[in-house]
């Protein structure tokens, strides 16, 4: 029995047709345009948000460590050459006022123990964006120095520019705030925290429990953050009222003496 072979020409291959190409209306294109602009706008968003919270925070960092570091040094130089001349006794209850600084000036250093024993923030004179944003813990201009009576107050953020208070919220009752200045080092006992409308000046008035008031015969410090994280809705209010003094020559207080490096 013969088989007879069929040519490929015989039975040639089916070809199924392309579906026909539909050109969009422009309600698609409209679609089409809105959404790669959200996508755009999105990677926008979160380049800003990984700029304001890492990259800020990074330069920051490098320019408050400078900053504290010089201070450091013109405080212990000061420290060396008064040691020989320093009283045999100094009262702690009778500190010497730091003088007031120019705008932007960094005068003192910030010390918060329960910040962690190697916590340490420039101060700098001025609350403007060109202080805060750099070199730490600003001073509301015409609020008492330290040493002063009245209501020494600093302001700080606390996310991003180095996020000097971001753990503001830790800070307990009877905790200690040392403040640290060419003059010496003062110790601050914390007495309350609260939270405030961004309208609510009286807090660094020279006696917030008194605002009326126009003098006052404590020396307290506060500390002003924006509340709560990732917002500034409202203030976080830290309260310290002044505890001692003591030269720089007399060396630092024990529950700094880390950070101090002493």
């Known amino acids: 029995m013969s088989h007879t072979q069929s040519s490929p020409l015989e039975n040639p291959p089916v070809r199924t047709a392309a579906p026909p190409t539909r050109s969009k209306n422009p309600l698609n294109w409209t679609i089409q345009i ?4 959200l996508i755009t706008v999105g990677l926008i968003l979160l380049l800003f948000v990984a700029w304001q919270l890492w990259w800020t925070n990074l330069e920051a960092n490098a320019t408050q460590d400078n900053a504290v570091h010089s ?3 013109e405080f212990e130089q000061k420290a060396q050459e008064t040691i020989s001349h320093a009283q045999a006794t100094w009262d702690p209850n009778s500190p010497e006022v730091t003088s007031e600084p120019g705008h932007g000036e960094a005068f003192g250093i910030a010390y918060i123990p329960r910040f962690g024993e190697t916590y ?3 101060l700098a004179e001025g609350t403007s964006t060109d202080v805060l944003d750099t070199l730490g813990l600003g001073h509301y201009d015409g609020t008492a120095m330290p040493g002063e009576k009245g209501n020494f107050s600093l302001a700080g953020h606390r996310q991003t520019n180095g996020a000097v208070l971001d753990r503001v919220e830790e800070i307990q009752q009877g905790d200690h705030i040392y403040i640290r200045t ?3 080092y003062y110790t601050y006992t914390v007495y309350e925290t609260k939270i405030v409308q961004p309208t609510d000046i009286d807090v660094i008035a020279p006696d917030p429990a008194n605002p009326a008031s126009i003098e006052s015969t404590d020396q307290l410090l506060t ?12 203030r976080y209010i830290v309260h310290a009222k002044f505890d001692s003094w003591r030269p720089l020559s007399a060396g630092a207080p024990d529950e700094i003496k880390i950070a101090v490096g002493s």
């Open 223 to 234: 500390l002003t953050t924006c509340h709560p994280c990732y917002g500034d809705t409202e």
């Open 182 to 184: 060419a003059q010496g």
């Open 71 to 73: 201070l450091s040094q």
């Open 120 to 122: 340490q923030r420039p």
């Open 34 to 37: 809105f959404g790669e602009l």
